[in-house]
């Protein structure tokens, strides 16, 4: 609510302070836009950075030092038996209040104090809402009057817009690169704490995966397995099935669509194939699991086969069919993308329709639809539901299809259910598991990247 309350005062001050700044701008340049330096727009502009700046300073830190002053006033409310709980005791009560405070569940005998203190919290919160309203408004104010106490007509707000405005995409650009960094650290530190539990080599070259460890020493696997080959070789078996329906059928529409189809086919077309994208991966997996699956079983047994009710063939399907339009879309994007003139010229060789696509078109998109066959690759890799529902739990080292597997990101997830002590190996594997994952994706973005520099250097 608060970040709510926020958005809107900020946004009715900036439209005010940018329309204010540029009818400032105008009337003082005699109503004539000529008189200025910079367009009139580069004021209101730079009125408006004024306004919005200090207030969103100012929201950043009133945020950044709320929870730390709510909670020392409602401790200074408690009784002096609860102030003088241990830490971790007093941030339960404090979890308590607060719960109690957003509608939480109460019990049926709930704390009369509990209850007062959330309500005190409520009223503080309200009281901490209006005050930051007020500051942000005032903040904006007073930056709306500075800034238009520097506005003449040979004002340079040209070039100071656009230097904020690229410190501010530098910014946006350093907060990304510092995001991705801290993400890779912290999986290597958590990897690392893995390692330290668990031998490198039987991470990475171990054939059972059995992290199931025991809640204590005498019972039956207490040591747990962490060979994580067989889940590897599930990702590997489910994405190379899903890769070998996607890819075919998504790029080879893509080549009709862009090339053979009729602009009315291709506008019913491509619209039905990108509602294939927006369907919620539960559904697939329901798909999987309750029509395709038991579809390939009865086949299977028709035919002689011993096909498992979850295998890695029907999640691999499914899958397939899940990814074709993050395929068929971009590569048919990429294809359409290709100049006309060397079309033109294979034509004026003598070249026939499919030879100009197969040796002209193809080979100059070839880097577009690498990418989205990258794309489509780490789709798969990432998905989870499908595989949950239609593939099973079971790390099963094999490479038959009919059989059931589990992949890297179904792990991570079973291992990261419920509460975990994140000091014990079996909740540390899923750390060392995504940061397997996070290397192969890199290792693929540079054959990809490889792949787009060399044919983009032939073509360009």
Not at 393 to 401: D, K, Y
């Amino acid at each position: 609510m608060n970040s709510l309350i926020l958005t809107a005062v900020l946004l009715l001050l900036l439209t005010g302070a940018y329309q204010f700044g540029r009818k400032w701008a105008l009337s003082s340049a005699g109503g004539d836009s000529r008189n200025l330096h910079s367009l009139p727009g580069y004021h209101g502009a730079y009125v408006g950075l004024w306004c919005a700046v200090p207030a969103l300073v100012i929201g950043v830190l009133w945020f950044a030092l709320e929870g730390q002053v709510l909670n020392g006033m409602l401790i200074a409310q408690m009784t002096a038996e609860q102030q003088q709980l241990a830490p971790s005791s007093l941030e339960l009560l404090l979890n308590d209040i607060r719960n109690i405070a957003l509608g939480g569940f109460q019990g049926n005998n709930p704390d009369p104090q509990k209850l007062a203190l959330a309500e005190r919290f409520n009223e503080l919160q309200r009281l901490s809402t209006l005050g930051l309203a007020a500051l942000a408004a005032v903040m904006g104010i007073g930056g709306i009057l500075y800034s238009t106490r520097r506005i003449s007509p040979r004002m340079r707000a040209r070039q100071t817009v656009e230097k904020v405005v690229r410190i501010i995409f530098i910014i946006c650009s350093v907060i990304a690169v510092l995001t991705t960094i801290g993400i890779v650290l912290s999986l290597v530190f958590e990897a690392l704490r893995f390692f330290a539990k668990v031998s490198f080599i039987e991470f990475l070259f171990g054939l059972k995966w059995s992290p199931q460890t025991a809640l204590r020493a005498d019972q039956v696997g207490a040591l747990g397995t962490f060979g994580a080959i067989p889940v590897f070789a599930g990702t590997l078996l489910i994405t190379a099935i899903s890769m070998v329906v996607a890819v075919p059928i998504g790029l080879l529409s893509a080549i009709y669509m862009a090339e053979y189809a009729s602009p009315r086919v291709r506008n019913w077309v491509k619209p039905l194939l990108e509602i294939l994208a927006g369907v919620p991966t539960v559904v697939y997996g329901f798909f999987a699991a309750l029509t395709v699956g038991p579809y390939l079983r009865g086949f299977g047994e028709s035919i002689g086969l011993d096909v498992a009710s979850e295998s890695a063939l029907a999640a691999g399907l499914v899958m397939g069919i899940m990814i074709i339009p993050f395929v068929s879309s971009l590569s048919d994007d990429v294809i359409n993308a290709v100049p006309q003139a060397l079309r033109d010229g294979s034509y004026a060789m003598g070249a026939t329709k499919s030879e100009t696509v197969k040796q002209v078109v193809i080979p100059a998109a070839l880097p577009g639809i690498v990418g989205s066959v990258l794309l489509a690759v780490s789709r798969a890799i990432g998905e989870t539901m499908i595989v949950v529902m239609a593939a099973g739990l079971s790390a099963n080292l094999t490479a038959n299809p009919f059989e059931a597997v589990t992949t890297v990101t179904v792990q991570i997830v079973t291992l990261l259910v419920g509460d975990q002590e994140f000091d014990s190996a079996k909740t540390l594997a899923a750390f060392a598991l995504g940061l397997v994952l996070f290397l192969v994706t890199l290792v693929l973005n540079i054959i990809a990247l490889t792949v787009v520099r060399k044919y983009r250097n032939k073509y360009d």
